[in-house]
């Protein structure tokens, strides 16, 4: 079971990355997903998730109407689209699987590795 997270790298402020997940071993509309964010010194702290089929998802406040999660059962893919982006976004940034529908990394079942996005003022 694998999920790969790609897409990150260096963006200016105000600019746009979209982050993707792919599973291998793993058929991810059997769960919920979300995405998480850890910066230097700091905790993981949860970005967004989605349901299973796609039609409810939530962000935490400071991504509202900047970033945007998605996902492509029949691709297997998750995305986060992140728009207006700000220094403090930079991170390291990883998909996770969930059974259940929470905002606590302890309840995600699987990880992927991580994707640097670095923002620059």
């Known amino acids: 079971v694998q999920l790969q997270a790609f897409g990150g790298g260096f963006v200016q402020a105000g600019g746009s990355v979209r982050l993707s997940c792919a599973a291998s071993?793993?058929?991810?509309?059997?769960?919920?997903m979300g995405w998480f964010r850890q910066a230097p010194g700091k905790e993981r702290e949860f970005v967004a998730r989605?349901?299973?089929?796609?039609?409810?998802?939530y962000y935490v406040n400071f991504v509202k109407g900047r970033f945007t999660i998605s996902r492509d059962n029949a691709k297997n893919t998750v995305s986060l689209q992140m728009t207006s982006l700000k220094p403090e976004d930079t991170a390291v940034y990883y998909c996770?699987?969930?059974?259940?529908?929470?905002?606590?990394?302890?309840?995600?079942?699987?990880w992927g590795q991580g994707t640097q996005v670095t923002v620059s003022s």
């Open positions: 989605i349901s299973r089929s796609g039609s409810t998802t």
């Open positions: 996770a699987a969930d059974r259940n529908w929470s905002v606590v990394d302890a309840s995600y079942d699987y």
């Open positions: 071993g793993l058929t991810l509309s059997t769960y919920n």
